[in-house]
């Protein structure tokens, strides 16, 4: 059974850090890209950032310079360093995991940003 655990959220108010972990198992993790998506009330879910299997990263464009993607093979775990942190970052994160037609998503971790 594929299991994706996310942790990390939380409040935090406008310029401050936060970091989120993924948990994965039931894969053959170091086989998997990863990555990390978001939705806010009210939004569609959107991309954030993705790291292949090779380590090979890419960031929507509204989160270069802030936020760093990393994953750990030996522990089966990808984490989003999340920094400078703006109200408009306030949404559910989610983490997927992807290898050809597999997809998997974790159930979501709140991140709330605010004053």
């Known amino acids: 059974q594929v299991q994706l655990v996310e942790s990390g959220g939380g409040f935090v108010q406008p310029g401050e850090s936060l970091r989120l972990s993924c948990a994965a198992s039931?894969?053959?993790?170091?086989?998997?890209?990863m990555g990390w998506y978001r939705q806010a009330p009210g939004k569609q879910r959107e991309f954030v950032a993705t790291?292949?299997?090779?380590?090979?990263?890419n960031y929507q464009d509204s989160v270069k310079g802030r936020i760093t993607i990393s994953r750990d093979n030996a522990k089966n775990t990808v984490s989003l360093q999340m920094t400078s942190l703006k109200p408009e970052d306030t949404a559910d994160y989610y983490c997927?995991?992807?290898?050809?037609?597999?997809?998997?998503w974790g159930k979501g971790t709140l991140v709330t940003v605010s004053s």
């Open positions: 790291i292949t299997s090779g380590g090979d990263t």
């Open positions: 997927n995991a992807n290898r050809y037609t597999m997809n998997y």
């Open positions: 039931g894969i053959s993790f170091r086989l998997y890209a």
